[in-house]
């Protein structure tokens, strides 16, 4: 198939790019589909419970303005290199 031949093409190129900035272990980062899991530190039922709260605030006049965070771990950290959670997380929120 002409197409697979040129995909094939792109990401040798890409690869042989990439070697200058990556080392020796470009390929295997960048095809490696297993993900890191992340946990977070807000239940998700306690996390709305929060954004209402907040929403009462506002309409009440308290305050004008909420930074609601919460706080992400990565489960199995050992396991996995900064890249993959880098990834990781450029895939889910790009």
């Not at 002409?2 to 792109?10: G, L, M």
């Not at 297993?34 to 954004?51: E, T």
């Not at 950290?77 to 929120?93: C, D, H, M, Q, S």
Request: charged letters at 25%.
């Amino acid at each position: 198939n002409c197409a697979e031949t040129e995909i094939k093409k792109v990401e040798k190129k890409f690869f042989s790019l990439s070697q200058n900035y990556m080392g020796n272990h470009t390929e295997e980062f960048f095809l490696t589909q297993r993900s890191p899991r992340f946990v977070s530190n807000f239940a998700y039922q306690n996390y709305l419970k929060a954004i209402k709260k907040a929403k009462e605030y506002i309409a009440a006049g308290d305050i004008y303005q909420v930074n609601l965070s919460q706080r992400f771990m990565v489960s199995d950290a050992g396991t996995f290199t900064p890249w993959e959670v880098y990834k990781t997380l450029r895939r889910i929120n790009p």
